[in-house]
Nanobody, 122 residues
Framework: VQLVESGGGSVQSGGSLRLSCVAS????????MGWFRQAPGKEREEVGI???????LYRESVKGRFTISQDNAEKSLNLQMNSLKPEDTAMYYC?????????????????WGQGTQVTVSS
């Protein structure tokens, strides 16, 4: 399984970015996919997770600003980020989890992309 992210960059506070993740190398759909981020010196944290049933969970700090969408036919996962803040600055990772249920912790995700950097300046 391979995950390739794209779309990161540098924006000013209040700006928008759209990240994309293209998945390949599997035939059975993941149980869930997610976006995570990690800022320098901080632990990796969940941004949002989408289950196979389409249910999406977001971390509180991004609710109303970030939107996850998925195109199963294209095997792509997107993250639309609006009203970006400097504290959103981080490396963003796409991840996929296969199995019988979705464990929300990042340790439950077996496959990860290489990450794409998002930098928000004030």
């Amino acid at each position: 399984v391979q995950l390739v992210e794209s779309g990161g960059g540098s924006v000013q506070s209040g700006g928008s970015l759209r990240l994309s993740c293209v998945a390949s190398g599997y035939t059975s759909s993941p149980r869930c996919m997610g976006w995570f981020r990690q800022a320098p010196g901080k632990e990796r944290e969940e941004v949002g997770i989408i289950g196979a049933d389409g249910n999406i969970l977001y971390r509180e700090s991004v609710k109303g600003r970030f939107t996850i969408s998925q195109d199963n036919a294209e095997k792509s996962l997107n993250l639309q980020m609006n009203s970006l803040k400097p504290e959103d600055t981080a490396m963003y990772y796409c991840a996929a989890q296969f199995g019988t249920f979705c464990a929300r912790e990042f340790s439950g995700f077996q496959y990860w992309g290489q990450g794409t950097q998002v930098t928000v300046s004030s």
